[in-house]
């Protein structure tokens, strides 16, 4: 009996090492989806990370469904704590062009007009315009809002108002170029909102876009919204902007070259170009000198397949240049993501979905892969030492980084290039339960970084070993940076205990990044540890913010 009462009570309530699979005593340390013990997020970095990561695919552990409901409630925490606040971050990170996608903007943005009290609602609808800015977003938008409430005035009149606030040639090209999604077209939305046509060019593409061209005089059309009957009416009173007469000309062509010459007269989108006409090589060529340059990007591999993009072709020439132009790319806020998936797809010579192929031209992978890194906010470096540690778990293998074809795991490697691109002395390290050798670095293209990581083991994770590995090794680091999705649970020490003990010996100040991937509620950084760090990974800005945290 003696030798059962010997219990080590400074093993059991230890504060200093404390095995993953228990909560460290007296902290606010919750179970993780692995079972381990890692801290929540508060709900406003939850927030970030939903605006910038979605929830579309899921992760590892949770499914799409269960994140979308976990993210859903912490929004609307967010949102009854203060709703203004919520519009400004909305609009600050939407406008910005810091997300991957906007569909998490448009759908938070339908929930402060769901839950926000009536000043949160005016600042939503005060700012429509600024995260739905194409007609598709718009579509989202409405088929978001109409699943959560019903069509009162102030949304009606927020509705109308993105159709008024823009000049007449605008509108024309948001009707040719995205005419539905979702279910939705202008047409249903003209109903709903009924807008007093401020022009009589607005009045025309208004009447255009509810009944078409064919029609002659006035029309009432009617859709039920949710069981309600609409009419809206608008007079033969305006002429229709060029565009769109262009647009109606075009769907009556009857050969290649009438088609590529209204493309260069008036700039038709491919949007505009009736499907049969899209496997000609002419009619890309037109397209392709005044494409923006999110289509441009999206149709590498259609272009290269028909042979318009080719070694040494113009083509080819012409979209080396438009990618290497930095001011451009943001001003077409494209972001990072893009670059890499389009860089990932483009270089394997076929499309994740779909039976096309192509021949990869090599110069254009460089250009993809020399714009990714221009996409991100300016980087001014920290100058320090820093460790750059992926988790390559197995949990960092599933799931997607905002519905990509990225898996997490695929994406912190480019993440963490960008960081030791600009840095002059740093080390990037893999692990799961152990080191994993990597060998990556910012001089290799991203398709094969992408390529040498998605094919790594499944295994166990330990997000301490890189503060264990620091101490052992004896090196000084100003920083760890750990990309990860903070589900640890394998090790006999927390991360933020293996950070102390790290600091105690070698560098006081080391501070320690967590790069979220994923949009779960977890995080390795203790909250009370002011030398901790949470970023968002793949928010355009999160390079700056960790080399301005680590230089202060
Ligand atoms: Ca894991």
Redesign the pocket.
């Given at each position: 009996m003696e030798a059962n009462m010997a219990i080590n009570y400074a093993k059991l309530f230890n504060r200093r090492v404390t095995p993953q699979s228990q909560p460290i005593p007296g902290s606010t340390q919750v179970r993780n989806s692995?079972g381990g013990y890692s801290w929540e997020v508060d709900d406003w970095t939850r927030f970030d990370r939903f605006l910038i990561l979605g929830a579309e695919g899921g992760t590892?552990y949770i499914g799409e469904r269960d994140l979308v409901k976990q993210n859903h409630d912490a929004l609307v925490r967010c949102i009854k704590a203060d709703g203004i606040r919520a519009v400004n971050r909305i609009v600050e990170i939407s406008d910005a062009g810091r997300a991957p996608k906007n569909d998490p903007a448009i759908f938070t943005l339908a929930l402060v007009v769901t839950h926000g009290d009536a000043s949160a609602k005016a600042q939503a609808f005060a700012n429509l315009n600024k995260v739905c800015r194409i007609g598709t977003h718009l579509f989202h938008f409405a088929e978001y809002v109409n699943a959560m409430r019903g069509w009162g005035r102030g949304l009606r009149n927020a509705v109308g108002h993105w159709y008024v606030d823009r000049g007449a040639e605008d509108l024309a090209h948001q009707a040719v170029k995205y005419q539905q999604r979702d279910g939705w077209s202008h047409a249903d939305l003209l109903r709903l909102a009924h807008p007093k046509a401020p022009s009589r060019e607005h009045e025309a593409v208004f009447r255009w876009m509810l009944t078409g061209a064919d029609s002659l005089g006035e029309r009432e059309v009617k859709r039920k919204v949710r069981g309600e009957d609409r009419i809206a009416k608008y007079a033969a009173v305006g002429e229709l902007p060029k565009l769109i007469e262009a647009f109606e000309q075009v769907k009556r062509a009857t050969n290649v070259i009438q088609v590529g010459k209204l493309i260069d007269e008036f700039d038709l989108p491919r949007e505009a170009i009736p499907t049969q006409w899209l496997n000609e090589v002419a009619v890309w060529e037109a397209l392709l000198q005044r494409m923006p340059m999110t289509a441009m990007i999206r149709n590498l591999g259609k272009m290269t397949s028909i042979g318009l993009v080719q070694p040494f072709s113009d083509a080819a020439k012409l979209i080396v240049r438009k990618l290497g132009d930095e001011t451009a790319l943001k001003r077409a806020r494209i972001h990072p993501l893009a670059v890499l998936i389009a860089e990932k797809v483009y270089a394997q010579g076929k499309g994740e979905k779909g039976s096309l192929t192509w021949k990869p031209v090599p110069k254009i992978v460089d250009a993809l892969d020399a714009a990714f890194y221009a996409t991100f906010q300016n980087v001014e470096p920290c100058g320090k030492p820093v460790l750059l540690a992926l988790?390559v778990?197995?949990?960092?293998g599933g799931g997607s980084v905002a519905g990509s074809c990225l898996t997490p795991r695929e994406a912190s490697a480019a993440m963490a290039l960008v960081t030791a691109a600009t840095e002059e002395e740093y080390h990037i390290m893999g692990f799961?339960n152990r080191f994993i050798p990597l060998n990556i670095s910012p001089r290799m293209r991203l398709d094969d970084v992408v390529k040498r990581i998605s094919n790594l083991p499944f295994e166990?994770?330990d997000c301490a070993l890189p503060m264990i590995w620091a101490r052992e090794n004896a090196v000084n680091v100003s920083a760890l940076i750990t990309y990860?999705?903070s589900?640890?649970w394998a090790g006999n020490i927390h991360p933020a205990q293996a950070l102390r003990q790290y600091r105690s010996e070698f560098v006081g100040d080391a501070k320690a990044v967590v790069v979220g991937m994923t949009s779960n509620g977890f995080t390795l950084a203790d909250p009370n540890d002011r030398g901790m760090l949470d970023v968002v990974g793949f928010d355009t800005t999160a390079p700056a913010v960790i080399a301005d945290f680590v230089r202060d």
């Open positions: 692995a590892y988790d778990s197995g949990s960092m799961s166990a994770t990860t999705d589900e640890t």
